[in-house]
């Protein structure tokens, strides 16, 4: 009910059909506008009794010339996400590490760079540029930064070590609610609220990027 509530609002919310995410084997399942480059998406959680979070979204592919190393970039010299007037107490920052097996994206231990999940009100600048730093050595420095590093990551499955491809991904995400809503325009009114909370998130992170 949770993950109808929460596809329903953002379908409607953006007027959008959006593109469904997930699987069985992960924990959580949700949807995103599926646009290239910066996107809205929302995860509903499995095992947490339908909590469900809004986030803002960056992965680190080409698109129009890899606009997640444009952002890395314009942060590295500005640390602008940090002087944003918003509600920092509620927004959750973080980069990461995406392993690529042609398409598919395996579970790595090193998944999580830097301070990947914190509250945008705890972190500091030296936090957040070692952050910024690890994840643009995710990117290809001999091809100017325009393309996908390869590292040694652990396997999660396996345990396995092994050199793959690599790729940072931003995350920058809120949680709208902890429990299912009671009905649909509480859904819709909880997402709406999300949204306002984030919106000057992902307004900055698409014009530097």
Known sequence: MALDYAVDSFRTLLGIQGRSFGSKTKSYDGISDGYEGVQWNVAVFKD???KARLGVNLEGMK????PIARFI???LGHRGLLALHVEKEKIHVGFERDAWQVTDRPAIEE???GCSGML???LTDIQWKKTLEEAYA???ESNNYRGRAKQLVTLSKSGIEKEMEVSPHLTIYTWIWSSVPSDLPEAKMLMQKGFNR???VYEYVKSHS
Not at 63 to 66: E, M
């Open 138 to 140: 995710c990117l290809d």
């Open 73 to 75: 970039e314009y942060e």
């Open 63 to 66: 698109y129009d010339g890899w």
């Open 48 to 50: 947490r009794q339908g």
């Open 120 to 122: 945008l009100d705890d």
């Open 198 to 200: 984030l919106l000057p």
């Open 111 to 113: 998944k999580s760079i």
